[in-house]
């Protein structure tokens, strides 16, 4: 294949990419994906309480934006992910435009960012947007 076509290709999928993206966000409310299997965190009072009282329990806290296109593609991977390990690990949303303490806690330079914190410490994360297999790895590995 002569390298003017691969650049056209690579081009072409890349634009393809952005369009979907735009159109995912158009064509989406706008509003914040709402699960009623993901706790939000409504501020750093209420974050550094779900340390304290975690134990030894697993933590996979989701840091977002509502303008995030990937991060309204992850939501749904996440909730069905806390449903299925409701008994083993404790799921929380964060949006970081409204507590930026807490995205400051974890350093958070890109976004979706997802921690997976035991015992205090962040034991595993995943940054952008993960195919379901990827998050559930992490949380398995960490139990």
């Known amino acids: 294949m002569k390298t003017d076509n691969k650049k056209w290709i690579i081009t072409a999928v890349i634009a393809?990419?952005?369009f979907a993206g735009l159109y995912y966000q158009k064509s989406s409310s706008g509003s914040a994906y709402v699960s009623?299997?993901?706790t939000l965190?409504?501020?750093a009072g209420q974050f550094k309480s779900i340390l304290e009282n975690s134990n030894?329990?697993?933590l996979v806290i989701d840091l977002y934006a509502?303008?995030?296109a990937p991060c309204k593609v992850i939501a749904p991977i996440l909730d069905n992910l806390a449903e299925k390990y409701s008994g083993n690990a404790d799921?929380?949303?964060v949006n970081v435009d409204q507590n930026s303490a807490v995205a400051n806690f974890f350093k958070v330079g890109a976004i979706p960012y997802v921690v997976y914190v035991k015992n205090g410490v962040v034991v595993d994360a995943l940054t952008g947007a993960n195919s379901a297999?990827?998050?559930e790895s992490k949380i398995t590995k960490n139990l």
């Open 16 to 18: 393809l990419a952005l």
């Open 36 to 38: 009623s299997n993901l």
């Open 41 to 43: 965190i409504a501020d």
């Open 56 to 58: 030894d329990r697993l």
């Open 66 to 68: 509502d303008w995030c």
């Open 91 to 93: 799921f929380y949303r």
């Open 133 to 135: 297999a990827a998050y």
